[in-house]
Structure formats: structure tokens, C-alpha cells
């Protein structure tokens, strides 16, 4: 190998280096994303499960004991707590006690829609 070869072996080289390098800060800058994104997510979902526990809490209370019940929850906020659900059920979520919070996959359950009908009448 001639000496000027070798310079412009060793300087493509290092090229490739630094374009790797790039690569390796662009991917650990998507992996950082995905995992603020992924923690994101999970904490909106925690949030979403224990608040539909909360409404379903409150309405089996109601449901169970009325009377005792009747100050702690207006029904205004049942009204508000039926529409979130079927808000969530038409976003395409369970409502359900079955399969609660998970996706619908696009699919009308049956125990949803009478949890639903129950919450309603
Ligand atoms: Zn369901």
C-alpha cells in the first residue's frame, strides 16, 4: 500500500467513524424519546384506569346503598361519570368489568354495552 493510500484509507476511516458516531446519538435520542413517550403513556394510563375505577367505584356504591349515598354523589356527577364512559367505549376502550381499560379492537362487547345500558337507566 502506497503512503498516499494509506492517508486516504485512514481518513475515510475516520469518516466512518464520525457518521457512526451520528448514528449512535441519533438512536440513543429516539430510544430517550420512546422511553419519555412510553413513561407518558403509562402514567396517563394509571391515571385513566384509577379514575374509571373511581366512577365505577361510585356507582356501584350508589347502586348498593342509595340512600347513604345520595349526598356524596350528585347525580349530576353520575351523568358526568356515564358520559366519560361511553366517551371512552366510543373512543374504543372496555368499560367493562371483564376487560377493563384494555383496547376494543374494534369490537362491540357485550358486557360493555350493558354495563353501559345499566349506567344509563
Ligand atoms: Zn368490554
Not at 485512514?10 to 429516539?30: A, G, I
Not at 366510543?90 to 368489568?97: A, I, K, S
Amino acid at each position: 500500500m502506497k503512503d498516499r493510500n494509506f492517508l486516504d484509507t485512514v481518513m475515510e476511516f475516520e469518516q466512518q467513524l464520525e457518521s457512526l458516531q451520528q448514528q449512535y446519538n441519533d438512536l440513543k435520542k429516539y430510544v430517550a424519546h420512546m422511553v419519555e413517550e412510553h413513561q407518558a403513556i403509562q402514567t396517563e394510563n394509571l391515571h385513566l384506569r384509577r379514575r374509571l375505577e373511581e366512577l365505577i367505584g361510585e356507582e356501584e356504591n350508589l347502586t348498593q346503598d342509595e340512600t347513604t349515598n345520595k349526598g356524596k354523589v350528585s347525580l349530576l356527577d353520575i351523568g358526568e361519570g356515564y358520559d366519560n364512559l361511553a366517551r371512552l367505549y366510543q373512543e374504543g376502550f372496555h368499560v367493562c368489568h371483564v376487560h377493563f381499560g384494555s383496547s376494543r379492537k374494534g369490537e362491540d362487547c357485550l358486557f360493555c354495552l350493558s354495563f353501559l345500558n345499566k349506567q344509563n337507566g
